[in-house]
């Protein structure tokens, strides 16, 4: 139906609607008075004696009228709509009918019930089969098949966990959670540099369990990620560990719900869990980055299925985004190449000096006690750990400078052959203090439970900086 | 909801329609699998294959499934795959 209704007047009913067959008698009123359309959403003997009367069957008319109710009433003239009512409302339907006696028995106003086309499943329905929303990728008829999920895991799509079922509805519905053109270009996506666009994004969305409210957060740490400070096509492809980690700031992560307090680098929480998930399978479907392909990882880490927290920001420390130059109130996700989770327990100490000294000789471990400025690592500190900092004053800042100074260690100590282990840094830095972390190299994220004197390493890729991966910041728009 | 229609999540570089592995080019070197789904005379046919086979100088293992009403039990599945590079299968009496 691509011609506009007739002029006159319209009626969407639904007979199972108590006011629809309130107004059922009226119609015969108004088919006298002139032309009368009516639409009847379910299968009935609604007003079947007139000749303007339609079964809707497919709902196309009901969904290109725009009905959210029933009864609606439109007047339509020269192809234009004019005016519209919904319900029974006495003094609505003479003034759009011209009727002045019309309905002088009923009540003054009785409301209607919601159109079928609001029903749940059929808007999104309706709107592939009639709207303008044009899916592009192709579509995989898997009805031969037992069972969709596993359709899924034969054709390859799934991390190794059950994934959700990428249908056109469901795509659709996650596409809702971004204004963005299901067709607009992400990026190319490494490793097969293939162009990524929105609608793609959602199918991986859909299949890692992810909310429509989720996509602005993931379409940022896509774009972080493709960043080319980030190095995400050596990333992928490295044999060492390290893998997208997201971390996010701001208030998008209270309104979706994310976690940063009780086991906030575990599972249980969806918005972490599958924002996380969803940038993996990206990187697995679209750009091709599959285990024992182009991902060579030799070992690989659990964050290779998920890796998403926020930061449990606390208004005397700078949160991790605003240190990297996002203005305050604004939300960001920061990208990292991370590798797992090494503990930090002290339980003792109660001054910073101390809490700081046993933090440096715990990250000396990044990489190798005998590397040094090779991966960077993010420090998150508990809320009871960040306490002990903030009570004595010291700001994020401060504990950084402390522990960047704390972590110079004579160079002689880490060469190449020192102490027994060939691994280490070239014969040049002999004579240096060396630092563990290139500048920039070690950020502070504050995350965690309330109760619980530790902290958490998460190293980085080796491989750092420009030679390699370095931490990117976007903001969530 | 309609599970039957699904939307391909990945770069579209691969055919829609799930390729089959590709057939050895030579059977030299590699252990080839019978396989007896347990219908009648289905051994008489595997018999002259595995003598056919053995002729050429190739490794035979023998598999049979306890009965052919139902799917080989995983076990058996998991030693085939695990024993053999190629398996030839008799579908019917």
Known sequence: ?477 | MNDTILLDPTAENAPAQRARLARPDSLEGKVVGLLDISKPRGNVFLDRIEEQLAALGITVNRYSKPTFTRPAPTALKQQIAAEVDVLVEGLAD
């Open chain 1, 1 to 477: 139906m691509t011609t506009p209704p007739p002029d006159g007047l319209i009626v969407v009913a639904k007979a199972d609607c108590p006011t629809c067959r309130l107004v059922e008698p009226l119609l015969t009123e108004l088919a006298d008075a002139g032309p009368l359309q009516v639409y009847v959403q379910d299968d009935s003997d609604y007003a079947r004696t007139l000749p303007g009367t339609r079964y809707d069957d497919t709902l196309e008319h009901s969904w290109r009228l725009d009905t959210e109710f029933v009864p609606t009433l439109i007047r339509m003239e020269q192809g234009r709509e004019v005016s519209r009512t919904y319900g029974w409302d006495k003094a609505e339907w003479r003034a759009i009918s011209g009727l002045s006696g019309l309905g002088e028995e009923l009540p003054v106003m009785r409301p209607g019930c919601g159109s079928k086309t609001l029903e749940p499943g059929i808007a999104e329905r309706l709107e592939l089969a009639f709207g303008d929303v044009q899916l592009k990728s192709r579509e995989i008829d898997v009805s031969a098949e037992d069972d969709a999920i596993e359709a899924c895991y034969a054709r390859g799509w799934s991390d190794g966990l059950p994934v959700v079922p990428p249908t056109p509805v469901r795509v659709l519905r996650m596409l809702k959670g971004t204004t963005r053109d299901p067709q607009e270009v992400v990026g190319l996506m490494p490793p097969d540099l293939v162009s990524c666009t929105v609608e793609k994004v959602a199918i991986n969305a859909v299949m890692a369990g992810c909310k429509p409210e989720y996509m602005p957060v993931l379409l940022a740490a896509l774009e972080a990620s493709l960043e080319d400070d980030f190095g995400l096509h050596g990333l992928i492809s490295t044999t060492m560990f390290g893998s997208p980690m997201i971390v996010v700031n701001g208030p998008i992560a209270k309104a979706i719900g994310m976690n940063s307090g009780n086991n906030a680098l575990g599972q249980g929480n969806r918005a972490n869990a599958t924002i996380g998930r969803a940038l993996q399978l990206i990187i697995r479907n679209v750009g091709g980055g599959r285990p024992g392909e182009i991902d060579r990882a030799a070992l690989g880490n659990p964050g290779k299925y998920t890796f998403c927290f926020a930061e449990a920001e606390d208004s005397e420390w700078l949160p991790l985004a605003q240190e990297r130059g996002i203005a305050a109130g604004r939300s960001a996700v920061t990208v990292f190449p991370g590798e797992g989770v090494q503990g930090i327990i002290d339980q003792k100490s109660r001054e910073p000096e101390s809490l700081a000294r046993s933090m440096a000789e715990s990250l000396r471990a990044v990489d190798n006690v005998k590397l040094a400025m090779a991966g960077d690592a993010v420090l998150v500190v508990s809320p009871e750990h960040a306490r002990i900092f903030i009570e004595a004053g010291w700001s994020k800042q401060r504990l950084r400078e402390t522990l960047e100074q704390l972590l110079m260690a004579p160079g002689e100590k880490l060469l190449v052959g020192a102490g027994g282990i060939a691994e280490g840094i070239p014969a040049r830095f002999k004579d240096k203090q060396v630092p563990k972390f290139r500048p920039g190299g070690l950020l502070i994220v504050r995350a965690g439970g309330t109760a619980g004197l530790f902290s958490a390493i998460i190293a980085g890729w080796a491989a750092s900086g420009p030679v390699g991966s370095a931490p990117v910041t976007r903001e969530v728009r």
